[in-house]
């Protein structure tokens, strides 16, 4: 048997194969015998007939039908004689028999890519941080008591903490009514952020069941738009007092009973999330340098598999797992495309380096994660122990995560302070091992 392989490009082979008569004899041989033991001869009970018989009569037809499977045995062969790790499954062709003298044919397939990657300490990237002032603590506070407000109900509106049920009414330059350009119940609270100064001052001090006429800026500059509401309700916004019960409400019976020590707890939350946040876009601004700093070919099955672990997801969060029929696959496709390309690179790359600094997981390094499942699940260490024991999935996101510390505490971090869009951007599941792990693929038939 000859073959040679063709490197097509980074990621894609070819390796053409060439099988004379003597070579394929021991594979029709196997075919004929396979089928012998099926087969239902006159004369002899079912797969009694002798082989020479069954050869004699069926041999050319069974040689032709069994190609196919001759292909696959030789590659299965050649895979794992020159210790080649194909992506996924192989695509049969240009198969050209000449009977009883020559057997050509290739098989495509891509591979991961080699390539060298850029240096990766010493990288620099910015880490946003937040100072969390008493400005901060008291808004934080002041939105924890706007989600448990109580309503009473008023004649006047006589400040901002009030909301107000409206009908209104758009009129023409006229001040007459224009059909069908009325909204009813409309509900408004003063003291929304979102509501403009003109509505909040045209709406001053209205009382249940007055009329007014408004005259409100238009979405075209320099033009303004009637309205005319009816005031049919008036609640005043009454927020939950800063005690001991509101304190305890809020962080479960956590102790708490000063003021004092009830903003520290807050402030102290915001710091942890505002960290968490600097966190992940350190995370976040080291995978997109590599991404930059690696020009990495990228296998189109990998970028496939993630594909379709994005439309999982999809199926995942409807009825039944099903699309939703409005549900434009193709289009989805295209778009997560970059996404998906841009994920693969940093999979290929986080393992190349994890080879290169031969990062790998131990017991302690699960023992924390199976301290904090226990905990968080309400189960005995024990059990989750021998839960992850074989868990490719833990080991996989422990990986990842000694990766990361390892990157973290190789760069050039520069702290810088936070703009109102620092955090807009960062998306906590850039580098999320569940979604930049590409699926595992079966060892690669010719089918």
């Not at 069994?66 to 895979?79: G, I, T």
């Not at 495509?108 to 060298?116: H, S, V």
């Amino acid at each position: 048997m000859e073959f040679k392989i063709n490197k097509i490009d980074a990621v894609k082979q070819e390796v053409e194969f060439e099988l004379s008569y003597s070579d394929l004899a021991p594979h029709f041989d196997k075919a004929i015998a396979k089928f012998a033991k099926i087969a239902e001869e006159r004369g002899f009970r079912k797969g009694k007939a002798p082989v020479s018989v069954i050869k004699r009569k069926y041999g050319d037809k069974i040689e032709q039908g069994s190609l196919e499977d001759v292909a696959n045995d030789v590659y299965k062969q050649f895979l794992d004689e020159n210790h080649v790790h194909p992506l996924g499954e192989a695509q049969l062709v240009d198969i050209d028999y000449d009977a009883k003298q020559l057997f050509k044919f290739k098989i495509k397939y891509e591979i991961k890519p080699d390539f060298e990657i850029s240096e990766y300490k010493g990288i620099e990237v910015n880490r946003t941080l937040q100072n969390i002032d008493d400005k901060m603590t008291d808004d934080e506070i002041k939105y924890m008591q706007s989600k448990h407000v109580t309503y009473q109900s008023a004649e006047k509106a006589e400040g901002d903490e009030y909301t107000i049920t409206m009908d209104v009414q758009k009129l023409d330059e006229t001040g007459v009514d224009l059909i069908g350009q009325i909204d009813k119940d409309v509900r408004f609270y003063l003291n929304d952020p979102q509501v403009n100064k003109e509505l909040k001052e045209q709406l001053a001090e209205i009382t249940v069941g007055e009329e007014r006429i408004l005259n409100l800026p238009a979405q075209e500059e320099g033009k303004f738009e009637k309205y005319r509401v009816t005031c049919k309700k008036i609640d005043k916004v009454i927020f939950p007092e800063l005690n001991e019960e509101f304190f305890n409400h809020i962080y479960k019976d956590n102790g708490i009973k000063s003021l004092q020590e009830f903003k520290a707890k807050v402030k102290q939350e915001l710091e942890s999330i505002y960290k968490n946040l600097s966190d992940q876009e350190v995370r976040n601004n080291i995978v997109n340098e590599l991404i930059k700093l690696n020009d990495v070919p990228v296998p189109d099955l990998l970028v496939e598999n993630i594909l379709n672990s994005y439309i999982e997801d999809v199926k995942n969060q409807n009825p039944k797992r099903k699309l939703p029929k409005e549900f434009d696959e193709a289009e989805y496709r295209r778009s997560k495309r970059v996404d998906a390309i841009l994920q693969v690179k940093w999979y290929l790359i986080r393992d190349k380096i994890i080879d290169a600094e031969k990062i790998e997981v131990n017991d302690a390094d699960l023992e924390p994660v199976i301290e904090a499942d226990a905990k968080k699940f309400n189960l005995p260490a024990d059990k989750i122990r021998t839960i992850y024991a074989n868990n490719q999935d833990i080991n996989y996101r422990v990986l990842d995560d000694k990766l990361m510390k390892f990157l973290i505490e190789n760069a050039k971090i520069k702290d810088v302070e936070k703009t109102d869009e620092s955090f807009d951007n960062i998306d906590e599941t850039a580098e999320k091992p569940k979604e930049t792990k590409p699926k595992k693929t079966r060892k690669k038939q010719t089918e």
